[in-house]
């Protein structure tokens, strides 16, 4: 059994964790990933709530916890290619740590996916793709990986289980860090956004493995912060597989947006005595804005997710006033800045006096001397 008094100091990032995890440190292609802070923020529920930081890790978003373990294990077994099929923070982490290890990399994506997340992949060099239907792209990529042995870090196949399940145990050390930031006492409440539920998953994975280890006494209660509302119908209706939800319009959480969730998912809410919660684009833009304007993170849409669904949690009363609440700021703002409709993020022109500055502060912004 491992103790957790052998955890390592260093190295700074989460392959100090390599012992529990599927490639060894010696195999690692890290950018120093994880390790990430945790922050107070007030203003989501009653007290103020804790936030595991994710926008920073090396391509500002927690995939990089999932593409480091995936590519070191593709690396290390020879894999010719990295392929993924990505709206976007997955598709930017493959593209990262794939150039640094020297591997090609193709990401299939859509027409739709954000312009910043974008021109990131590709300014890591990778080949990036636009194919209209999700379906079709995961099609060409079991297609792909049957003949030309790609080593996949996406789906490509469906109803979607999840991701690279080697990729999925990186996010394990997010589980881990929690705790060990925690001094052991873990959260009664860890709220994240979900899509596939890789990162649910594997945090479930991660305390499960230390509860069994007895480093901590329980399992967080994992909420899943969704905009399908798939997985919400699987625990109300006792399905044992999350059902397709058909929608009207897209999300403007782009990379949330899914219509059914995972079984891994579900999974690891039932076994976590979680819960789903969905929420709408107008939860997503208050939480988003509110988040910068009173607190100083600018968060992806998508991240927002988590800080909308407990303020639901905690005006339903299901999280109580002294619970301990994490919320996970899974990417960076800068990754949709302008894509939620709303947004107001250009400057203003004036003229070049104080008469006018003053003018523009009071009219555009209500600011008055
Ligand atoms: C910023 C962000 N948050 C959350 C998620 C959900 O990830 P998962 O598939 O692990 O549920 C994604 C997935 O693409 C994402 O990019």
Redesign the pocket.
């Known amino acids: 059994m491992p103790d957790r008094g052998n955890i390592p100091a260093t190295p700074s990032s989460l392959w100090k964790y390599a012992d529990f995890l599927p490639v060894g440190i010696d195999n690692a292609v890290s950018l120093g990933e994880g390790c990430t802070p945790i922050v107070n923020v007030e203003g989501f529920g009653h007290k103020p709530i804790r936030v595991k930081d994710e926008s920073r890790n090396p391509t500002w978003?927690f995939?990089d916890r999932l593409a480091t373990v995936a590519v070191s294990w593709a690396r290390m077994i020879g894999a010719p290619a990295i392929a993924t099929s990505s709206t976007?923070?997955?598709g930017a982490a493959a593209a990262a740590y794939a150039a640094r290890a020297g591997i090609p990399c193709i990401v299939l994506t859509y027409k739709g996916a954000a312009g910043a997340i974008v021109a990131q992949m590709r300014s890591y060099g990778a080949m990036v793709l636009t194919v209209p239907e999700m379906q079709d792209r995961w099609t060409i990529l079991s297609q792909a990986i049957e003949e030309f042995g790609w080593f996949p870090t996406s789906p490509f196949f469906g109803p979607a289980v999840g991701?690279n399940p080697i990729g999925i145990e990186g996010y394990k050390t997010l589980a881990y860090e929690i705790a060990e930031q925690s001094n052991w006492n873990v959260p009664d409440w860890c709220v994240l956004?979900?899509?596939?539920?890789?990162?649910?998953f594997g945090m479930w994975k991660g305390f499960d493995e230390m509860i069994r280890w007895g480093w901590i006494d329980a399992c967080p209660r994992l909420v899943a912060a969704e905009v399908s509302g798939s997985l919400s119908a699987a625990a109300d209706q006792n399905l044992d597989m999350p059902p397709a939800v058909s929608r009207n319009s897209k999300s403007i959480a782009n990379?949330?947006d899914v219509t059914r969730g995972t079984f891994q998912a579900h999974e690891a809410l039932k076994r976590s005595h979680g819960c789903a919660i969905a929420l709408d684009d107008t939860a997503l833009v208050d939480a988003k804005n509110k988040l910068a304007r009173t607190s100083g993170l600018s968060v992806?849409t998508?991240?927002a997710a988590a800080f909308a669904a407990i303020d639901v949690l905690a005006s339903r009363n299901i999280i109580g006033p002294e619970d301990n609440v994490l919320a996970v700021l899974?990417?960076s703002g800068l990754k949709d800045y302008g894509t939620s409709g709303t947004d107001r993020l250009e400057a203003l022109e004036v003229d070049p006096s104080l008469s006018s500055v003053l003018g523009a502060l009071s009219n555009a912004y209500g600011f008055h001397v």
């Open positions: 978003s995939k976007g923070n997955a991701s956004p979900v899509c596939y539920g890789d990162a649910l990379s949330i992806e998508s991240s899974t990417a």
